[in-house]
């Protein structure tokens, strides 16, 4: 099947406006500051919230 008509720019743009990438919501660890995703391990640290904290390995060599 072929268009029944063409789609105008308008139309084609406000169809894709939500096709746009957002930011990342970064926030610091409280542990040692780095950015990191929220509800997240911290990748330099480990830290997860007070109770929790993850082993993380460091590249050696």
């Given amino acids: 099947m072929v268009p029944a008509r063409k789609a ?3 139309a ?9 990438l ?7 660890c409280p542990k040692c500051g780095t950015a990191k995703m929220p509800h997240r391990a ?3 640290c480990g830290y997860v919230n ?12």
């Fill in 8 to 10: 105008s720019k308008s």
């Fill in 12 to 20: 084609k743009r406000n169809r894709r406006s939500h096709h746009a």
């Fill in 22 to 28: 957002k930011p990342l919501n970064l926030s610091a």
């Fill in 42 to 44: 911290c990748a330099n």
């Fill in 50 to 61: 007070a109770k929790i904290s993850l082993k993380v390995q460091t590249e050696e060599g």
